[in-house]
């Protein structure tokens, strides 16, 4: 990568944590101001950097358009798919893959069980919205007033004994499946169906979609299959990676100059940018799960 360009791009992830005027920008690439403007110039006819009144720059409309063209074009279940069929292959389970759209959770992916006997699930069907592991992960990420809306908007079927009752219920599940980061469904649709999920987040943090693995309770127990979870969670969170890529790259401070002397923050003002970690996306256990053994009884009908 040529110089100039390394060092244009070196600027976007600065402005990104606010805006900044020429000197911090050439301060912080380790450059002499008028090559600082020069790029900076050429980023503002482009639309990715926008110079305010006050002479700072901030990140332009033209890069936010990029980024949600980008978002819109990402093939989650393109990306998705070889890890569910690893995931299969190892555990022997079936693998589902849901998003969320126009109020509906639906399967965009699946791989089948290899017992010849198969949970009866379809891709581009809706789940129970109210019981399914997947729908708990997508719901739990959304905004707390939208998230209320939804829940009191919802019927509540008791599908069985373990389905969730009220809205109160839900809300009070989704709380914790927002604060655990992964959920699960042990004989709340079907009793002898029992699934754990973990959530597939996009750039941005927010959760993009949803994977589970599910098995009926005659090949194994809900102990055993939760399990599995330290397993699921390591396969989202290499789908989130790929999805997302890697982190921008920052330029190192130039020797001898410091951060807080170029920002233009007064005399005694630190600046800086504190991290957020989105909910439940801590370290996985550092030991892998091996599958469960399973036992020669075949898969019960589901």
């Not at 005027?21 to 950097?49: C, F, M, N, P, Y």
């Not at 890697?246 to 991290?275: H, L, Q, Y």
């Not at 599958?291 to 019960?300: K, L, N, Q, S």
Request: glycine share 8%.
């Amino acid at each position: 990568m040529s110089q100039s360009v390394d060092r244009a791009l070196s600027i976007l992830p600065l402005l990104a944590e606010e805006p900044a005027g020429l000197d911090r920008v050439a301060g912080l690439l380790g450059v002499h101001k008028s090559t600082a403007l020069r790029l900076l110039r050429t980023l503002h006819e482009h639309g990715l950097v926008y110079r305010q009144d006050d002479q700072r720059y901030r990140l332009g409309a033209g890069l936010f358009a990029l980024a949600q063209q980008a978002l819109e074009t990402l093939d989650v279940r393109g990306i998705a798919h070889p890890h569910l069929a690893a995931l299969g292959e190892r555990t022997g389970h079936t693998v589902h893959l849901a998003v969320y759209e126009q109020g509906e959770v639906v399967y965009i992916d699946k791989v089948d069980s290899r017992y010849p006997v198969r949970m009866y699930s379809r891709i581009g069907r809706p789940v129970a919205i109210t019981v399914a592991a997947v729908a708990k992960l997508l719901l739990a990420d959304l905004p707390e007033p939208e998230r209320r809306a939804v829940a009191e908007a919802l019927e509540y079927p008791r599908y069985t004994a373990r389905s969730t009752p009220d809205a109160a219920a839900y809300l009070a599940e989704l709380a914790r499946v927002r604060e655990q980061g992964w959920a699960s469904d042990l004989g709340g649709h079907e009793e002898s169906i029992n699934c754990v999920a973990a959530p597939v987040r996009g750039p941005d943090g927010r959760v993009r979609a949803a994977m589970s693995v599910s098995a009926p309770s005659v090949v194994v127990g809900a102990d055993d299959l939760l399990r599995l979870r330290p397993l699921v969670v390591r396969t989202a969170a290499a789908i989130s990676r790929e999805l997302s890529g890697p982190a921008p790259r920052r330029p190192e401070t130039a020797p001898g100059t410091d951060r807080g002397a170029v920002s233009g923050t007064a005399p005694g003002t630190v600046s800086g940018t504190a991290s957020r970690t989105a909910p439940g996306t801590g370290a996985a256990e550092d030991h892998p799960t091996d599958p469960v053994p399973h036992p020669r009884t075949e898969d019960a009908p589901a």
